[in-house]
């Protein structure tokens, strides 16, 4: 199985900061990676497909980046409304293969 | 309105079974390969099984392999989890996901049914 790790497994940021969360895969998928967030309660919702391309209606401060075994998601000015978990995914290989998640709280 | 729509999950003791179903609505459901994933208390995600549209394609998860088996219904737009010999692991919240093409990712998801396996 693909492991995927994602960093930090927490963190505490501000309105209006920008963060990045990072995820790595323990062998190459090449572009198979996508980002969903989930608010508590709520099912997840897919923000980044094919490690960089925007799923449509998510805001353009949503971004990604990466190939290979290195991605990372950011945020650019953070929204009330993105304090949420966050998880990557691979499709490269079966099993699909999630991060452990990474839980964004209000500083 | 594109929606997927879980239900059948419920308490169970150990060893015994539950059908979950997916209803889809809002597009055209045998165009897509179709998902479950899994959501422990407290938990992280982790991908159950996928069908792909024509049904030709099953994949597993090993910790659900020769327990449970995916199914669908193209005519009536619906996704199935045909669950055996459940066991207290299986304890979760079970979303039901639509995967618009493999390197896509997992684009619209249901509310999720419960599934709960305690004596």
């Known amino acids: 199985d693909i492991q995927m790790t994602q960093s930090p497994s927490s963190l505490s940021a501000s309105v209006g900061d920008r963060v990045t969360i990072t995820c790595r895969a323990r062998?190459?998928?090449?572009?198979?990676l996508h980002w969903y967030q989930q608010r508590p309660g709520k099912a997840p919702k897919l923000l980044i497909y094919?490690?960089?391309s925007l799923q449509s209606g998510v805001p353009s401060r949503f971004s990604g980046s990466g190939s290979g075994t290195d991605f990372t998601l950011t945020i650019r000015s953070l929204q009330p409304e993105d304090f949420a978990s966050y998880y990557c995914?691979?499709?490269?290989?079966?099993?699909?293969?999630f991060g452990q998640g990474t839980k964004l709280e209000i500083k | 309105e594109v929606q997927l729509v879980e239900s059948g999950g419920g308490l169970v003791k150990p060893g015994g079974s539950l059908r979950l179903s997916c209803a889809a609505s809002?597009?055209?459901?045998?165009?897509?390969?179709m998902s479950w994933v899994r959501q422990a208390p407290g938990k992280g995600l982790e991908w159950v099984s996928s069908?792909?549209?024509?049904?030709?394609?099953?994949y597993y998860a090993d910790s659900v392999k020769g327990r449970f088996s995916i199914s669908r219904d193209n005519a009536k737009n619906s996704l199935f989890l045909q669950m055996n010999s459940l066991r207290a692991e299986d304890t979760a919240l079970y979303y039901c996901?639509?995967?618009?093409?493999?390197?896509?990712?997992?684009?619209?998801w249901g509310q999720g049914t419960t599934v709960t396996v305690s004596s």
């Open positions: 809002g597009f055209t459901f045998i165009r897509y390969t």
């Open positions: 069908m792909s549209s024509s049904g030709s394609d099953i």
């Open positions: 996901a639509r995967e618009g093409a493999v390197d896509n990712g997992m684009d619209v």
């Open positions: 995914q691979q499709s490269r290989y079966i099993p699909y293969t």
């Open positions: 094919a490690a960089s």
């Open positions: 062998q190459s998928i090449g572009n198979f």
